[in-house]
């Protein structure tokens, strides 16, 4: 069975930074890509950043392009979102989740992804 577990959340003045990382535990796939998702109360879920375990390669939403840098360690089978310049509209529920690759179709878009963390807060505020 697939786990994920997210940390690293918590309250941030504007501008400052946060790492969360996502652990997966069960994986079976040897190549799966792990993504990062938002969520707002009230508002629909959003992909933020997703890297392939195949080759690394990145995507990111426009939103958090130059901010926003996503990376793994494969030996560890966690994927780390590093969050710079935030902003108070980067405030959410962070929810990583992860699919085979193989299965894969749009990198960002939530429905792609089988299994998914419980989430860890950010919080953006002065």
């Known amino acids: 069975q697939v786990q994920l577990k997210e940390s690293g959340g918590g309250l941030v003045q504007p501008g400052g930074s946060l790492r969360l990382s996502c652990t997966a535990s069960g994986l079976t796939s040897d190549y799966y890509a792990t993504a990062w998702f938002r969520q707002d109360p009230g508002k629909a879920r959003e992909g933020v950043s997703c890297i392939m375990s195949s080759d690394g390669s990145t995507y990111y939403a426009d939103s958090v392009k130059g901010r926003f840098t996503i990376s793994r360690d494969n030996a560890k089978n966690t994927v780390f979102l590093q969050m710079n310049r935030l902003k108070p509209e980067d405030s959410a529920v962070y929810y990583c989740?992860?699919?085979?690759?193989?299965?894969?179709?749009?990198?960002?878009?939530?429905?792609?992804?089988?299994?998914w963390g419980q989430g860890t807060q950010v919080t953006v505020s002065s």
């Open positions: 989740a992860t699919v085979k690759e193989e299965d894969l179709i749009w990198e960002l878009r939530p429905n792609e992804y089988d299994h």
